[in-house]
Structure formats: C-alpha cells, structure tokens
Nanobody, 118 residues
Framework: QLQLVESGGGLVQPGGSLRLSCAAS????????TGWFRQAPGKDREGVSC????????NYADSVKGRFTISRDNAKNTVYLQMNSLKPEDTAIYYC???????????WGQGTQVTVSS
C-alpha cells in the first residue's frame, strides 16, 4: 500500500520549535521531489516548502524563510520540516505530498495539526 504518514505536530508556544516527519511506505520517496503544504481554518491550502529528490534544491514560501528548514533522509524514506520561531499564524494542518505543487502532487499524507498558541 502506497502511503505517506506525517508526524510531529502538536501544541507549541510562540517562539517554539517542532520537527515534522513525512515517512513513505510502499514506494521510494527519493524518486520524488517532496513538498510540505498547510491549510489553516477557513483558508486555502498553500505551499510551505519543497525539496528535490536528491535533496540538493530547496525552496520556501516567503512567510517561512529563515525559520523553517526542509531536509530528507532517503535511507529512511523520510522528509522532515524543522520549524523554528513559530508564530500563531503558522497554526494549520500540515501535509506532505510527492511534488512541489498542489495541482500536480499525486500522493498525500493525512496531515498533522500544528497549533501555535500561548
């Protein structure tokens, strides 16, 4: 069964950190560029960050540049999103997917909730 599973979400205070993981099973994630996306209540899903299949190229939304870092460990078939200096506006469900664009991503995880609140 082809599956992506996110983990690592939770409740954190402003200024805190979380590391999200996106683990693939049933296929080799290193065949795909992999992206992190998020959807806040009442808002459209948006791209947060993406990493090439080799890990050599990364990009970030302007809103998270300098605070978030995407990485991958192809030996573990996993992509990570390190989130530092979290803000309340980062509160959302975070999804990983195979691809850098919502319109073209073909496999999606179920999402993990991130809540930034004091």
């Amino acid at each position: 069964q082809l599956q992506l599973v996110e983990s690592g979400g939770g409740l954190v205070q402003p200024g805190g950190s979380l590391r999200l993981s996106c683990a693939a099973s049933g296929f080799n994630l290193d065949s795909y560029a992999t992206g992190w996306f998020r959807q806040a209540p009442g808002k459209d899903r948006e791209g947060v960050s993406c990493i090439s299949s080799s890990g050599g190229v990364t990009n970030y939304a302007d809103s998270v540049k300098g605070r978030f870092t995407i990485s991958r460990d192809n030996a573990k078939n996993t992509v990570y999103l390190q989130m530092n200096s979290l803000k309340p506006e980062d509160t959302a469900i975070y999804y990983c997917a195979t691809g850098c664009r919502i319109s073209s991503a073909n496999y999606w995880g179920q999402g993990t909730q991130v809540t930034v609140s004091s």
